[in-house]
């Protein structure tokens, strides 16, 4: 079954910057739509950025927006997510999610979280006040 795995979560302070990456699925490059959402506790999951799988095009949460940046090298089968000036309330557990993309579906159609067919198993970043 087709795997994603991420890193580069940890844990620090507010304002500080992180790098999550994400490789998958599988060993080599396939046309997949990539995205990253997250989950605090208590909290549902939710949307955080989603990428085209040539890269195209990028979506964000409005929460995110002008401090996160989604990008992808399909070199080496990887997305990243470099979160700036990040606040206690980016504290979560992110995910990275794939769905293999056939055709342009929309801009709203990358950041629900069903449409995505593969999971990694998350990464934690906690941001301190």
């Known amino acids: 079954q087709a795997q994603l795995e991420e890193s580069g979560g940890g844990l620090v302070q507010a304002g500080d910057s992180l790098r999550l990456s994400c490789v998958g699925p599988?060993?080599?490059?396939?046309?997949?739509?990539k995205g990253w959402f997250r989950q605090a506790p208590e909290k549902e999951r939710e949307f955080v950025a989603a990428?085209?799988?040539?890269?195209?095009?990028?979506y964000y949460a409005d929460s995110v927006k002008d401090r996160f940046t989604i990008s992808r090298d399909n070199a080496v089968n990887t997305v990243y997510l470099q979160m700036n000036s990040l606040k206690p309330e980016d504290t979560a557990v992110y995910y990275c999610a794939a769905d293999r993309e056939t055709y342009y579906r929309g801009s709203a159609y990358y950041t629900q979280i069903l449409v995505y067919d593969y999971w990694g198993q998350g990464t934690q970043v906690t941001v301190s006040s």
């Open positions: 599988g060993r080599t490059f396939s046309s997949y739509a």
């Open positions: 990428i085209r799988w040539d890269g195209s095009n990028a």
